[in-house]
């Protein structure tokens, strides 16, 4: 396989193994712990790496979160806790995640190995979060194989997600385009803060097509690393921690 086919047929199982542990009711009391919302949480654990920046800026990166949405949860989580530690926060507990769920995969240290490379030879030009996130200071409890593999699944689902923006909007297309012409249609605009009425996304559906592939070449230079084998390694390691987080439910 290709470094761009690596990177098509690996993105489902990254996005949704990356972003996980934000789901689990451990991770959302950790928000209560902190005093701020789950919004703020999310907002602010994500783009709290880049420090305490404006509103704006943190809208501009996210990309496809609203611009509304992304300012009531980050002056939320601004007024009661620096963005930093929040993004900290975020971190410990995708880690604690990771050893909890991540641990009992068969070949899981294998899997963070190879994510662990993947990560390290990603280009991050025009890609600040990812650039910030794989700058941030790892906890302690990066010390097993289940916390290091859930740390490159995030990591490298930021990639993804970096480089997404970059095509969409080389392709022409608006972020709330992007999210329309997405799997989730107008629900996932509305879960973005996108509020209604919605342009039609149908005559978008070729744009998106062209800003996927062209997502898949900008993080081809992550997969290429690990070389043909590797890259199919690491294809049958994410299927498989899929198919067990999915028996355990």
Known sequence: MTPEQVAAASKPAVLELGDAFTRCPTTLRRARLLGISGWAFYVAGRA????????????AVLGFLAPDAVADGWDAALRVVPPVEVAAATLDECCRWGDDRLGPVPDVGRLAVLLGHAVEAA??????????????????RTRTPGARAAVGLRLLREHFAGAHLLAVRASGMTPLEAVLTGPEGEAGALACGWPPPYPPAAPLVRRRLWAEAVTDRLTASAFAALGPAGGAELLDLLTAARAHLNRAG
């Open 48 to 59: 709290g790496a880049l420090g305490d920046v404006r509103a704006e800026t943190v809208a």
């Open 123 to 140: 280009d991050a030009t025009g890609m600040p979060l990812f650039a910030a996130w794989r700058a941030m200071p790892l906890p302690g």
